[in-house]
């Protein structure tokens, strides 16, 4: 862990003002986080809220559980840490996770309306022929 002086109070703002900025991920983290982004296994906060100049992100990536943990490889420094990331970077995450959400409640929606029966035990129904047919409950 790095080590700053007290009594040395040009170090200190330096300090504050590279974390005010945040940094970038390198291409291969970022997809990496991206795609946990996308799945809702972040956690994303601005730093500092209070502080119109601060834009940079706190991001927390969550382990993965179940399937996902034996189809997608991670990097372990992308876990048990807090990350500080620039304003875009945090940004374009935020929009990720956003549209992976969209996206997975979507899938889940046309699922909860999927009639299965009908295709599976008449030939002739249109999800037979790849449509999809409403359940109408």
């Not at 179940?66 to 876990?79: K, R, T």
Request: proline letters at 4%; aromatic letters at 8%; charged letters at 30%.
């Amino acid at each position: 862990m790095k080590s700053i002086k007290v009594t040395d109070i040009g170090s200190i703002k330096n300090e504050l003002n590279k974390y005010k900025k945040g940094k970038k991920l390198g291409i291969h983290l970022f997809n990496q986080a991206a795609r946990m982004a996308w799945l809702g296994k972040i956690v994303l906060s601005v730093l500092d809220p209070e502080d119109p100049d601060c834009r940079s992100w706190l991001l927390y990536v969550q382990p993965l559980d179940g399937m996902a943990a034996n189809l997608i490889q991670v990097d372990d420094e992308l876990f048990d840490q807090i990350h500080i990331l620039d304003a875009e970077q945090g940004r374009y995450l935020a929009e990720i996770m956003r549209d992976g959400l969209t996206s997975r409640a979507r899938e889940l929606e046309a699922l909860d309306n999927r009639d299965f029966y009908f295709g599976k035990f008449f030939k002739d129904a249109p999800e037979a022929a790849g449509g999809e047919t409403p359940s109408g409950s």
